[in-house]
């Protein structure tokens, strides 16, 4: 069964040092999706990209976020600098299709602890 | 402004028994609404989802009901299993021209099946 792959699935950073985590979408899989998870919440949408374009980045706090899929397929998120509050599961998602395309499918997470 | 909320942050039930997971909702333009089931140290998975042209959904074990003039939806579990122990998010994502499919999680709701 295909899957959304992640990695790392785990990060300790100090704060003020840069993290990057890569997404690879379920093949074929045109809509990308970047969520925060915090500890005893639902998870958050970050960015969305349809293909290589972005379609809402309206949640992403781009000080010191950035998102990139330079080629539609597998995406990368950085954060720099990190900051205690970022400690959080960062979870990527793809869809078929168009971006109402309905059921989003979950990678694993990266669960980052700034220090 | 929690547009998706789910009231009760834990549920108990004893295995063979039935579990009712509920979700409401203040936004009357969300019109597809599903469950994630998720595991600790992994990536939510879908389990169900339905469309507000409908009423009900099955599949096996578990069934979504939708009560639109009461912006509330449940997730039934019938029989529950020790294996269904885990953190339920509903989300939901709506009509407009703004829409990306982006989906709005409730906090989720921590499920203990004991055997």
């Known amino acids: 069964e295909a899957e959304v792959a992640q990695s790392p699935r785990y990060k300790i950073t100090e704060k003020s040092q840069a993290v990057a985590f890569w997404c690879d979408p379920i093949?074929?899989?045109?809509?990308l999706y970047w969520y925060r998870q915090i500890l005893g919440q639902g998870p958050e949408l970050l960015v969305q990209f349809q293909d290589e374009s972005v379609v809402d980045d309206s949640q992403l706090p781009k000080d010191r976020f950035s998102a990139e899929r330079l080629k539609g397929v597998d995406s990368t998120l950085k954060i720099q600098p990190a900051e205690l509050g970022d400690s959080a599961m960062y979870l990527c998602?793809?869809?078929?299709?168009?971006?109402?395309?309905?059921?989003?499918?979950f990678g694993p997470g990266t669960r980052l602890t700034v220090l | 402004d929690q547009q998706v909320k789910q009231n009760s942050p834990s549920l108990s039930v004893q295995e063979g028994r039935i579990s009712i997971l509920n979700c409401d909702y203040t936004?009357?333009?969300?019109?597809?609404f599903l469950w994630y089931k998720k595991y600790p140290a992994e990536g939510p998975t879908f389990l169900i989802s339905?469309?507000?042209?409908?009423d009900k959904n099955e599949d096996g074990r578990f069934t979504v009901f939708l009560n639109k003039s009461a912006k509330h939806l449940s997730l039934h579990i019938v029989p529950s299993q020790p294996g269904d122990s885990a953190v339920y998010f509903c989300a939901a994502s709506g009509r407009g021209s703004s829409n990306t499919g982006k989906l709005i999680f409730g906090q989720g709701t921590t499920l203990q099946v004991k055997p």
């Open positions: 093949s074929g899989h045109a809509t």
């Open positions: 339905i469309s507000s042209i409908k």
């Open positions: 936004n009357s333009m969300f019109d597809y």
């Open positions: 998602a793809s869809s078929l299709g168009d971006p109402r395309g309905g059921t989003q499918y």
